[in-house]
Antibody
Framework: QVQLVESGGGLVMPGGSLRLSCAAS????????MNWIRQAPGKGLDWVSF????????KYADSVKGRFTISRDNARNSLFLQMNSLRAEDTAVYYC?????????????WGQGNLVTVSS | QSVLTQPPSVSGAPGQRVTISCTGS?????????VHWYQQLPGTAPKLLIF???NRPSGVPDRFSGSKSGTSASLAITGLQAEDEADYYC???????????FGPGTKVTVL
């Protein structure tokens, strides 16, 4: 069955860095576009970044552009999010999210989420 | 300020029908981009409920339905059940911002 398992979250000081990972299984990873979507405590969903199946096309929300970098390793069925210059407002649960293979933007499978806390 | 707007909350008695609106603009829903809906039960990850404005993934009960008209979309829940108590989010693509956008979410309460 489809599984997306995130790791790498935790507590970091403002200005610090973290690298989130997402291990995918149960489907042909390279066939799917992937996204990172976050949710601040008690708040709604906030799209962060997109990467195409081949890894060539990447998009970012303005709020993270220049600070976050999305990447993937199709040989290892893994998705990554390198987060630098972290701010308090980046505190959130980060979801690894698979995009529907046919319908753009529809997120048909979500990981369990990984909490990132930016605080001194 | 969200690009898509939703009512903060809706409520209904068991068995009733409730609807959740999602209002956008000419750069997202009004431009013809699909609307997708997600259900988030407390403490869990979101789950795709409706995609392509009115399609249900397998396993989603037909009590849930979606529609779209102009710059707005709606999610309807008929035969409301206690297990439907959750937060519901709409989502689309905005061509002006070139990003995926979510509505702020609507909390459904079963009375």
């Amino acid at each position: 069955q489809v599984q997306l398992v995130e790791s790498g979250g935790g507590l970091v000081m403002p200005g610090g860095s973290l690298r989130l990972s997402c291990a995918a299984s149960g489907f042909t990873f390279s066939d799917y576009n992937m996204n990172w979507i976050r949710q601040a405590p008690g708040k709604g969903l906030d799209w962060v970044s997109f990467i195409g199946g081949s890894g060539t096309t990447k998009k970012y929300a303005d709020s993270v552009k220049g600070r976050f970098t999305i990447s993937r390793d199709n040989a290892r069925n893994s998705l990554f999010l390198q987060m630098n210059s972290l701010r308090a407002e980046d505190t959130a649960v980060y979801y690894c999210a698979r995009e529907h293979v046919v319908v753009p933007a529809a997120i048909d499978f979500w990981g369990q989420g990984n909490l990132v806390t930016v605080s001194s | 300020q969200s690009v898509l707007t939703q009512p903060p909350s809706v409520s209904g008695a068991p068995g009733q029908r409730v609807t959740i609106s999602c209002t956008g603009s000419s750069s997202n829903i009004g431009a013809g981009f699909d609307v997708h809906w997600y259900q988030q039960l407390p403490g869990t990850a979101p789950k795709l409920l409706i995609f392509g404005s009115n399609n249900r993934p397998s396993g989603v009960p037909d009590r849930f339905s979606g529609s779209k008209s102009g710059t707005s979309a709606s999610l309807a829940i008929t035969g409301l059940q206690a297990e439907d108590e959750a937060d519901y989010y709409c989502q689309s693509y905005d061509s002006s911002l070139s990003v995926y956008v979510f509505g702020p979410g609507t909390k459904v309460t079963v009375l």
